[in-house]
C-alpha cells in the first residue's frame, strides 16, 4: 500500500472560521462591557505597562471576570465557545442539492481519495478553553491558542500560552517538525533536514484574516508552502485588506471566507491537494528512472 502523503491546514480562528472575536459574542457582555470599552482598555493598558496587547487582554478578561463575579473555570470558558456562530459551509449544511458535510469532513475524504492525509489545525490568539468547547474542536489535531493556567479549585490564575503575531509562527514549525506538544523545546529546536520533516512546509497551508496572521503568511509562502487571506463574505470593503496582501506578495491567494463546496475556497484547497499528490507520483517515477 503507498504512503499517505502528509498534509497540513491551519487555521487563524477569529475572522476565519468564525466572525468577529470569540471574546465578544458572550463572555465580554458577561463581565459587563461591551466590546470597544474592552479592546480600549487593552489597548490603553498594553501602552502604559509597555506590554503585549495578548498578556493584557487575558489579564483583563481575569479581572472584569473577578469584579463581576463571572466564574472563570476551564468549563466556563467551554461554555462562553459552545454556541460561537462559524462562516457558511463549516458545520454541516443543506444546499438544494442535498445535504453536505462540513468542511473539514468534506477535505478529509476529498485526500483521501488523492491518497494524501490531511490534518487540521488551530493556531489563534484567542483562549483554547473557548475555541475546546465550540462543535469543531474535534477535528482539529491540535488546537494552539492562548491559554490558562488553573489552581487547585480549577479556577483560571495565569497565562499558561500568550499567542501574538511572531509567537504564531513557532507552531508552524512544531507542526513541520512533529512536534506537538507545546511544553516540549528540545526536539523543536533541534536540527532535522527538511526531507525528514513530519510535514514539508510545501505541504502547508495556512488560512487567516488579518494582521496578525502575517507573519504566519510570509513563512509558510516563503517555504514553498499555501497562503490564503480570507475576508468576511458579502461586506463592502472586507476585501480590500486580503488584495493588499496579495499585492504585496504577502499571500499566495485570496478568497471570501466561504467554506461551502464549489466556493473559491473549496477550489483552491482541493487544487492544492491534487498539486500535492501530482507532485508526490511525478517525484517517484522519476525516482524509478533511477533504479
Ligand atoms: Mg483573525
Known amino acids: 500500500m503507498k504512503k499517505h502523503i502528509p498534509f497540513a491546514i491551519a487555521y487563524d480562528f477569529d475572522g476565519t472560521l ?7 459574542r458572550d463572555f465580554i457582555p458577561a463581565i459587563g462591557m461591551n466590546k470597544k470599552r474592552f ?5 490603553n493598558d498594553s501602552k502604559k505597562h509597555e506590554a ?4 493584557i487582554y487575558m489579564h483583563l478578561m481575569l479581572k472584569k471576570a473577578e469584579a463581576q463575579s463571572v466564574q472563570v473555570r476551564k468549563k466556563d470558558f467551554e461554555e462562553f465557545g459552545k454556541d460561537l456562530p462559524f462562516f457558511e459551509g463549516v458545520l454541516p449544511y443543506e ?28 493556531i489563534s490568539s484567542g483562549i483554547r478553553e473557548m475555541v475546546t468547547g465550540t462543535k469543531i474542536s474535534k477535528k482539529f489535531k491540535a488546537i494552539f491558542a492562548s491559554s490558562f493556567c488553573y489552581d487547585h479549585h480549577g479556577v483560571a490564575k495565569w497565562p499558561a500560552l500568550a499567542l501574538n503575531y511572531t509567537s504564531k509562527t513557532q507552531f508552524l514549525f512544531r507542526i513541520n517538525k512533529g512536534c506537538l506538544n507545546v511544553y516540549e523545546h528540545k526536539d523543536i529546536n533541534r536540527y532535522v ?19 496578525t496572521d502575517i507573519p504566519c503568511f510570509r513563512l509558510v509562502k516563503d517555504r514553498g508552502g499555501n497562503s490564503v487571506a480570507v475576508y468576511k463574505p458579502h461586506t463592502p470593503k472586507a476585501k480590500t485588506k ?6 504585496d506578495g504577502r499571500v499566495n491567494f485570496i478568497a471570501p471566507a466561504d467554506f461551502r463546496d464549489g466556493t473559491l475556497l473549496d477550489r483552491i484547497v482541493k487544487s492544492l491537494i491534487d498539486k500535492i499528490q501530482h507532485d508526490a507520483e511525478i517525484y517517484s517515477l522519476a525516482k524509478q528512472l533511477h533504479r
Open 242 to 247: 486580503s488584495e493588499e496582501m496579495f499585492n
Open 39 to 43: 479592546w480600549d482598555e487593552v489597548k
Open 18 to 24: 468564525a466572525p468577529g472575536n470569540m471574546q465578544e
Open 95 to 122: 444546499d438544494k442539492f442535498k445535504k453536505q458535510k462540513g468542511w473539514f469532513d468534506r477535505i478529509n475524504e476529498y485526500g483521501k481519495h488523492s491518497n494524501v492525509a490531511v490534518d487540521h489545525f488551530i
Open 52 to 55: 503585549d496587547n495578548i498578556l
Open 193 to 211: 533536514p527538511d526531507k525528514d520533516r513530519a510535514v514539508p512546509f510545501k505541504n502547508i497551508i495556512y488560512i487567516g484574516d488579518g494582521e
